[in-house]
């Protein structure tokens, strides 16, 4: 027969709460050693534990044998009350000691006393704080209020973890909640007082990749469900973080009025965007980000029609890397936003700022750059003036006219006439053809009238011809009113051509009477 010293003891209990239906689990562990103190040989070995009510003698109050305990290096380990039930109530006995006999007569003295495990500790209390049942466990205050809640019906189903008000006024009220859904977990804090059970705080972590995890901010005092105040989060599609803001009054609780957020890769955007409360839906009023939807990063910031049905951009101010800043203002009328009508912004083509006003209306527009004026239209520039001073005009120029209806036209009867040095026509042979001498000029020019008269307008005298009397002889220097009978002017450098050919008529006149007059003299 071997002499063994007595094995360390480490023992746990493996279920808290006593509730005890089928008997209790206890893990055991332990070392078994010679009188030397050195591990027994390895092997199995047969070990009865038993409990018992005093250190020598008493009563045995359970006992269970086990034929074949594996050691090594002397430790042990085994579970017991697998075969021979552990009762609750053992564990209430004081005291209580544990005796362990190796073979059939080897006992191991002294006996081992148990001190308070948790489980005898909670065991204490069931009757006092703490509720059990089917899937629940209550912790109640010492005036029976309830505090905490724990509670789960099973595999598949939720499971909560409650704390309560624990003022006497709103019993059972909660003020935290923690969750475990099929829809995802979350955490709730609850409005203390006279408002609903829901909560005015929220972090929900719902399952991927449609439910995305958010955290939000309620209203305590609306009606159910309450409006949220703010809400922060990310979305997967588009996926994006987000933060935004409410405002319960409003009547559009779905709507936030203010939107801050960011989108990944490809559309690399944050953005903060407010909204307008007034209206329903509420329209976007203001706008501000940073873009790279392009491949060129954009900053920005932008203005929105107030108009419900017409949701358009009225302002922009913008800066890109390739292209500089750039200023918009966009037609505000309802149908038209959104439709530029002023734009200011660096032109790398000629090196400088540029301004462009635009109307819609006509699709005529205006520009002025570093190096020059112009004003067009949808396809080309129709008037222009560049930093030389050089000028150029597609249409029509009055001066003192409007609209002009020739290519250049000044009013009359203006205060003072024009004056140049010289004023020359186009009127070389390359762009002629069918070049003929006025015929009977003589005749032609003695059908004409030079008058003197007043002009109507303002009784200035003047000296003149009366248009429609020559253009009854020459047709080609006079201009019409658009219903071709009313005559407006007379192209008096034209006529020019008309008295030279009729000075040499009459000076060839003047030779041939000239010859006839010598030889009557002669005679």
Known sequence: MRNFLVPTILLTILLFGLSVHAGELVSYQGRLTDSAGSA???????????????????????????????????????????????????????????????GLSNIIEPRTRLTSAPTSVAAKKVAGDIETGEGYLNLKSSDSMLAVSISSEGKG????????????????????????????????LFAPGDYESTPTFTIGLEPMPFRPPYLGFYDPSGSLPHDPYVKMGFDPSPFRGYLEFYDPGSGWTDYAMVKMGTEPSPFHKGFIAMYNPE???????????????????ESFYRMYSIDPVDEGMTFEISNTIN????LRLFN???????????????????GGGTVKCQSDAENSWGSLTGRDFS???VYTANVRIDYGGNSYFSGNMGLGVQPATNILEVKQNSFTDPIADAWTVYSSQRWKKNIRTIESALDKVDRLRGVSFDWVADDKPDIGMIAEEVGEVFPEVVAYEENGIDAKSIDYNRLTAVLVEAVKELKSENEELRKRIEILEQQ
């Open 40 to 102: 027994v040989p390895d092997g199995d070995y047969e070990l009865t534990f038993s409990l018992w009510n005093d250190s020598t003698g008493g009563q045995q109050q359970w006992s269970e044998t086990h034929t074949s305990v594996s050691v090594s290096d002397g430790l042990l380990s085994v579970i017991l009350g697998k075969d021979g039930a552990l009762d609750a109530t053992i564990f209430e006995i004081e005291p209580l000691f544990l005796q362990i006999q190796i």
């Open 157 to 188: 189903s939720p499971a909560f973890l409650r704390m309560y008000n624990p003022d006497s006024q709103y019993p059972e009220q909660k003020l935290i909640e923690m969750s475990s859904e099929a829809d995802g977990g979350k955490f709730n």
């Open 279 to 297: 209206i329903g839906p509420p329209p976007k009023l203001q706008e501000m980000g940073v873009n790279d939807s392009s491949g060129d990063w």
């Open 323 to 326: 292209d500089g800043a750039n």
């Open 332 to 350: 505000a009328q309802p149908g038209r936003a959104s439709y530029t009508v002023i734009d200011m912004y660096y032109d790398s083509t000629n």
């Open 375 to 377: 004003l067009g239209n």
